[in-house]
């Protein structure tokens, strides 16, 4: 065969393969066959880092970051947020050309509970919790009031549990959690020993009076997974009934309604999985497809349930594209935003690596809406 027909010929049998037109094992589309259209992107990066003040809003426009959660002032004596306080924070959001999108309730964070100040709730301490559970009835409200459609809140009794941080590339350190390497010091925490159904039950209590609030109000109400899942026979006397996806999945069908869902974590999601590689595009599609998916923490892992470690997101056991893509294919609409970075001593407030993260997630979005 001469050179020029040698070259044609693999030149062309390059072509078919490529196209998948091969005579065995095709997998060519007919001519006619409409092509795949993925759905519109809709969500856009944000993030939740306070306070909303003018130089924190300046840093988040210098990073393409035009949407967020805010924290408005605390709401001393009243002990919660008014109409008034509410507007000025969504005013100097607005003044800057920021989105206030979401704000994060002044209690039920996730602090553990000896260090909670108001923590009736999840303690189940009547009448202070009925006072506080009226408290952000009234906030829900006021957010509707002045147009911030949705608040994100935790239930938690003990916090985001870690052990000794580990060294991470370029001199940074990595928040780790080895469950079998802690101490539960004390034994107890002050709630005591705990059982899932007593944890339940204050779940429901507070849930059957604040969801029927949010619908009321078309507010959505979006509580955070428990970070992370407890180890067997749990730790400081509790389970974490939210540590765990079944839970998860309890959770959301207590009292029933398109305002009750999740802040779901990736971060925190993954640490309640033995594969989080191969398990977490399952859990967004699960909870994405029912709508149940309110703002997303975008942050990957490296390890599994009960020994992890929390490092940037392009170096983790999961696929972050996989994960974004997900989420284009459920319809998510909200914020997608980074919620914990690793620590470096030339970087004591986060600037540079949340700035990683947001450009991180900026890629992938953009990616996403060319594929």
């Not at 010929?9 to 078919?16: C, D, E, G, N, R």
């Not at 147009?147 to 000794?164: C, D, F, H, Q, W």
């Not at 399952?282 to 997303?296: L, M, Q, S, T």
């Amino acid at each position: 065969m001469q050179r020029r027909e040698f070259l044609t010929a693999t030149t062309a049998a390059s072509a078919l393969a490529l196209t998948g037109c091969e005579q065995t094992g095709s997998t060519a589309q007919p001519e006619n066959a409409a092509p795949k259209v993925a759905p519109p992107v809709k969500m856009h990066v944000g993030c939740q880092r306070g306070p909303t003040s003018p130089s924190m809003l300046q840093y988040f426009k210098r990073n393409g970051v035009n949407h967020i959660c805010g924290h408005p002032p605390k709401p001393g004596e009243r002990g919660y947020w008014s109409v008034e306080d509410l507007q000025k924070t969504r005013d100097v959001c607005e003044e800057h050309g920021v989105s206030l999108d979401i704000v994060a309730l002044p209690f039920l964070s996730s602090s553990h509970i000896d260090r909670e100040k108001r923590g009736a709730i999840m303690l189940g301490q009547s009448p202070e919790r009925d006072r506080d559970i009226e408290h952000i009835q009234k906030m829900i409200a006021n957010c509707a009031a002045v147009g911030i459609p949705a608040v994100k809140y935790n239930m938690s009794l003990l916090g985001v549990l870690r052990t000794e941080r580990t060294p991470g590339r370029g001199g940074s350190t990595y928040s780790t959690w080895k469950a079998a390497e802690a101490v539960a010091d004390p034994p107890l925490t002050r709630a005591g020993k705990v059982s899932d159904d007593v944890i339940w039950e204050r779940i429901t209590y507070f849930l059957e009076r604040i969801i029927p609030v949010c619908e009321e109000y078309k507010i959505r109400a979006a509580c955070h997974p428990h970070d992370p899942g407890t180890p067997p026979g749990g730790f400081q006397g509790l389970n974490r009934v939210l540590g765990t996806v079944d839970g998860l999945k309890k959770f959301v069908t207590i009292n029933e309604s398109d305002y009750h869902g999740l802040n779901l974590c990736l971060g925190s999601t993954a640490e309640m999985l033995q594969d989080p590689a191969g398990e977490i595009v399952d859990v967004i599609h699960h909870f994405g497809e029912r709508k149940k998916i309110f703002n997303i923490h975008f942050r990957n892992i490296r390890g599994k349930r009960g020994d992890f470690q929390e490092v940037y997101p392009d170096e983790g056991d999961m696929d972050m594209l996989a994960l974004m893509q997900a989420l284009r294919d459920v319809g998510y609409e909200y914020m997608v935003m980074p919620d914990h970075v690793p620590k470096h001593p030339e970087d004591p407030g986060g600037h540079q690596g949340f700035a990683f993260s947001y450009g991180y997630i900026q890629g992938l979005l953009q990616a996403v809406k060319a594929s």
